[in-house]
């Protein structure tokens, strides 16, 4: 009697672990997952501070102070100029010309390069600039959507001088992972735009 009473807890306690192995199986294969959203690198972004970028070019503005300057030479186009942002893998190309009766062909040409980017943007906004003080007019292009050049701009006094930047990340333009680095450039832009000074 002792040998059964042994047996028949031991059968029941490897029911009862069998039971639940079940009920754990059960349970747990009912919760379904789902795949986690794609997502981005945080980036840390510094407040937009500014220095005024006066060389012996024939023109000067405030720049971030998280940028540099990089000259290009070229003995043709010798006030052209790269503003650069390592960390954000980014740059402000800009060019320079003096107008010589050409400013139609200049401002169309402007135009035409940034509405190439038509195909891929999914918007355009222009806004026009005007500081009779400094004698400075032009238009800023912000351009929304998986586009190369994020933002373009063009400044003028309509009689010697012509200045073209266009903002450039050097990787595959993605309008959600590069959004915080754009719009922090692009207030950049503004800046630039707002003191920028002929000599």
Not at 9 to 29: E, I, M, Q
Not at 43 to 62: A, E, I
Request: proline share 5%; glycine share 4%; aromatic share 16%.
């Amino acid at each position: 009697m002792r040998k059964r009473k042994y047996t028949y807890r031991k059968s029941t306690n490897c029911l009862l672990v069998g039971v639940l192995v079940g009920l754990l199986f059960v349970v747990s294969c009912r919760k379904t997952g789902y795949p986690k959203p794609y997502g981005y690198f945080r980036v840390d972004l510094p407040k937009n501070t500014y220095v005024r970028m006066d060389t012996l070019l024939p023109y000067s503005f405030d720049m971030s102070s998280h940028a540099r300057i990089a000259f290009k030479y070229e003995p043709q186009e010798k006030y052209w100029i790269d503003i650069v942002y390592p960390t954000l893998n980014a740059a402000i190309h800009c060019s320079y010309k003096e107008v010589k009766g050409k400013l139609y062909d200049l401002s169309e040409d402007a135009h035409r390069s940034v509405y190439k980017h038509l195909v891929r943007a999914d918007d355009i906004q222009e806004r026009f600039f005007s500081n009779p003080e400094q004698d400075v007019y032009g238009i800023y292009y912000d351009l929304q959507g998986d586009v190369a050049s994020v933002a373009q701009f063009t400044l003028t006094d309509s009689i010697r001088h012509f200045f073209r930047g266009a903002v450039y990340f050097n990787h595959v333009p993605n309008k959600d992972s590069i959004a915080p680095m754009a719009d922090f450039i692009k207030k950049d832009v503004i800046r630039l735009m707002e003191s920028f000074s002929w000599k």
